[in-house]
Every structure is written in C-alpha cells, then in structure tokens.
C-alpha cells in the first residue's frame, strides 16, 4: 500500500527490475503509483476497449475516462448523434429475444459488428469488452472474435448471482441478512411449517429475476396461489420475515488491493407510477444526509466484508449490494447482490466523489489490464465515504405500467429537458449524459422505447436523471418527482394494438 502522497502524486510512473534469468537482460516492468498515474494510464490507453449491450445507459461517460473506449448497442438511445456509440444499421434474422444476453449473443454474431471490430484491431489484439449479462455462448463467441471479457467466467457469475447463494456467502463473510430460510416449497401448508419463526408476512424471492419480476409478498394463501407456479417450480427459494425497510443500494469493485467502496445511496422500489412490479426497483437517490453516519459507516463496512469474501470465493471486479434498512430497529441487513456493473452505476460513476479521483468502473477495467499497479483502499474509501464528497442526484426507471401492447408513434428525445412552471417539458439541447444537468428544472433523459417500437406492461420506456431529489422523507415519490414523469409520458406518443405478442421484444428491464 502506498502513503496519501504517493496516491495523490502527479509523478512520473515508478518501474521496477525484473531479471528473467542470469544470462538475459534485465526488463523494466511499470507500476502505476496511485490514482493519477492509473488516470493517465487509461487517458493514453491504445488497447480497444467495449461495453457491448442492449443500451449503452450503464457505463455512460466510459468514453470520456478512456482513450479508445466504444459501445456496442442494440438500441441506439442517442439516434446516431453519441460520437462514440456503435449500433448496426441493418437487422439480421434471429430468434426472439427473451433476455440480455440473447441480445449481445446476437451483436457479436453480427457481420457490422465483426467488421467494427476488425478495423479496430492493434496488431492481432481484437481488444477487451464489458457485458452487463452474458452466458457461456457469449463466451464462446467472444473467444472466436479475440475478444477478452472483463469479468469471471460465466459460471461463476450465475453461482454469485443467485439470491439463494447470497445469503450463503453473507454467512461466510459475517454479513447479516433479513431472518430467512432457504428451501423447497411444495405447498401452503409446508411453507408455513418451515417459515413459522419467521411470522405472518412473508417476502419470497426465486433464485433469479430483475426489478421485482421474481419477488413475491405473501400474507395468505390466496397471495400464495397466485405465485405459485413461480414458487413452485423452483428447487430452492430464499423466504424472509418482512420488515418495514428502507431499501439502499451500494456499489464495489474487488481489486487485488482490496474492496473499494462507493457512497450509499436510496433506491426507488415499487412506485406505480413508475414499475407494474411491487418490488420492482425504479430508480436511486443519492445526497449527502440520506443516512446517518452510523448506517453510511455499517453499510461501507459490510460491503468491504462481503467483497473480501467474493475474492476467496474467486470473484474480481465491480459488483452492487442492495441493503435493506428495519425502520423499526434500524438494523441493516443485505438484502441482495448483483455481481456486475448495474443500473445505479450511472449515479455511482458520475457522482463527485468519482468525478474527483476516478469513476469505479476505472479499477474494475485495471483488474484486466494487464499492468501493476499501487493503491491505498482504505484512503480511497475514508475519502469516498465522507458527506462533503457526496453531491445530490436522483434518477428515476420510467417503464409502460398498463397491461396493454401499444405502437409507439413518437418518442421524447434523449438530451437535455427544460421544465417550465406549468409543468410542461422542451427539449433543450443534445447531450450524452447526466453531467450537463444544471439545475432541478432541467433533467436529461435517455430514451429506451422509441418510435417503431412496442410497449407492454413492464417495458423499459426511458431513464430520467436530475440533481436534486425525486422522494420526500418518508420515501414517496415527491411533486417534482411525479410532474417529471407526467411530462414525460405525455410526450409518448402512441396506439393500442390488438394481439401483436408475437412481434414484442420481450426481454424485461434492460438497465439492471
């Protein structure tokens, strides 16, 4: 570990002496001395480097930390004005898309995609990519393309991403979790039995989904009938007491020096003017007394714990923690994990604290650089975690919330939003990302669904980031908050359809 000086230092990279042998030359071998040293190593970077998704909303601004750094998409939120957003022009036939990875599946098998890539290759080198989700197919695909992923293997992936697993690996890292039980249901009356310690109100959740697809709030049978072919067919579910929570999320990254720890910050779930799903998260807040020093300082801790515990399980790199805070007994408890970059990543990585040292994402890509480098965590952390280094951002998920299939005529653009006193919205001016925000009555808004595409229930819409918050202190969606949406929906633009199921992408949330 290195002092505050060196991590601050503005000097020239430190090298060391390798000999390789008695008879051969002696190598030099350099070692990045800090965070200004790591920042300018990206700012000359030569190797290609990717972020190939549906969207490119999760690692926006990447481009602008990285020389050389392009997204694939699928979408093209920016409508070919983001200089460095690459989307192909032309569809191929494929199958119906059913998830994220189906989606990138397809990018890396298409023939505009292989060419990009090709005419970015530095030597033999294909370069190095980012996925938000990918399999072992992507995997494969990727190795026949030369592309290196920056994450672990697929497989380790889907082990930490199950939430029954979650709660296994909490165990080991002396992380606390919400009462629970972790088994097999084969009916009411079974459930009730192996839960009874856990009271009335039950919260169950499947080993897999996003945004609240696969949580069920149970209090009765008849709540229990109506999810049961999901509970059922499962061979193992986590079920917890329910609490009365505040939900939180923060985000990491596992480095060979230790944890780093992003700020704390809310999480927006269940909103119906934002989610058709009950526990469907829906956005973030993050502003510096939104929670006591006390909670900031467990939640930082729990997570350095938990990510301590993923590298001896094998794990590296940028993950999320969702921590669930008892109202009653200010308790915090994890909640669940997400082992990748997520949809909060935009707040964390474009906050101050990130903006004055560098962005998360930045050690998450040095993990497979290549290249050694020196950094004090626990001065990062101490520095991250103080109030006057946290600034006020909400972002909010706005998705289609009725049980209708509706063609999309028109669609807000993305780029800056002006809101005047009557609480209309005027497009303001292009810009890539949220920085350019100047005040609470402008918002920049990244379109999802756009003009020629479909909405149904739970279909991703656009994502709304302001400074400023979005919630109230009693965690409701405040009047600015519910204007904004408003405004933003009415500038849709669009016409039920009577039975065009067969023709709708239906691949859930694209951000998380």
């Known amino acids: 570990m290195t002092s505050k000086k060196s991590l601050d230092a503005k000097k020239s990279p430190k090298t060391i002496s390798k000999k390789t042998s008695p008879t051969k030359k002696t190598t030099k071998v350099e070692i990045l001395d800090g965070v200004s040293d790591i920042k300018r190593f990206f700012y000359k970077n030569e190797t290609p480097l990717y972020f190939i998704s549906a969207t490119n909303f999760n690692m926006l601004g990447a481009d602008e930390w990285i020389k050389g750094f392009k997204f694939i998409c699928h979408i093209e939120c920016f409508d070919g004005l983001h200089p460095n957003v690459f989307s192909p022009k032309v569809e191929i036939p494929h199958d119906e898309f059913t998830s994220i990875e189906d989606i990138n599946n397809y990018l890396l098998q298409h023939p505009e995609v292989k060419n990009f890539l090709t005419s970015r290759k530095k030597g ?49 890292a002396g992380v606390p979790c919400v009462p629970y ?21 039950l919260v169950i959740q499947t080993p897999f989904g996003d945004s609240g697809h696969t949580t069920f709030f149970i209090s009765n049978e008849e709540e229990f009938n109506k999810h049961s072919e999901d509970i059922l067919k499962e061979k193992e579910v986590k079920i917890m007491k329910r609490i009365n929570c505040k939900g939180s999320a923060i985000e990491a990254c596992v480095t060979r020096h ?21 526990g469907g998260w829906c956005g973030n807040e993050i502003y510096p007394n939104a929670f006591t020093p006390e909670i900031r300082e467990e939640a930082s801790k729990y997570t350095e714990l938990f990510g301590n515990q993923l590298r001896k399980e094998g ?5 999320e923690l969702d921590f669930l805070i008892d109202q009653d007994s200010g308790e915090v408890y994890l909640g669940e994990l997400n082992p990748r970059v997520t949809g909060a990543s935009s707040i964390t990585n474009h906050a101050v604290f990130a903006l004055a040292d560098a962005p998360l994402f930045i050690f998450h890509i040095l993990e497979w650089m290549d290249v050694e480098y020196k950094l004090n965590v626990k001065e990062l952390n101490d520095r991250w975690i103080r109030q006057e280094n946290i600034d006020d951002w909400s972002q909010l998920i706005i998705k289609h919330t009725e049980d209708t299939i509706e063609y999309i005529h028109e669609a807000p653009r993305s780029g800056i939003w002006k809101m005047f006193d009557n609480g209309h919205i005027q497009y303001d001016r292009m810009d890539t990302h949220r920085r350019a925000v100047e005040s609470e009555n402008e918002a920049f808004f990244l379109h999802i669904s756009k003009q020629g595409d479909y909405l149904y229930e739970g279909a991703d819409m656009g994502i709304l980031v302001s400074r400023g918050r979005m919630m109230t202190n009693d965690f409701k969606l405040n009047a600015r908050a519910k204007k904004w949406i408003n405004a933003i929906r009415r500038k849709y633009v669009s016409q039920i359809v009577e039975d065009k199921r067969e023709k709708i992408v239906l691949t859930g949330s694209l951000t998380k």
Request: hydrophobic fraction near 40%; aromatic fraction near 10%.
């Open 181 to 201: 039980v972790l088994s097999q249901v084969t009916d009411y009356t079974q459930l009730r039995k192996i839960s009874k310690k856990l009271g009335e109100e």
């Open 124 to 172: 033999r080198k294909t370069g190095k990519a980012m996925f938000l989700m990918f399999d072992d197919k992507t995997e494969k695909l990727a190795k026949k393309l030369g592309l290196q992923i920056m994450f672990p293997p697929s497989k380790m992936r889907t082990l930490m991403d199950n939430k029954v697993n979650t709660n296994r690996i909490a165990e080991k």
């Open 258 to 278: 230790g944890t780093i720890v992003a700020p704390l910050m809310t999480e927006l779930v269940g909103f119906k003017d934002l989610t058709p799903y009950k």
């Open 315 to 319: 794990y590296i790199g940028y993950f």
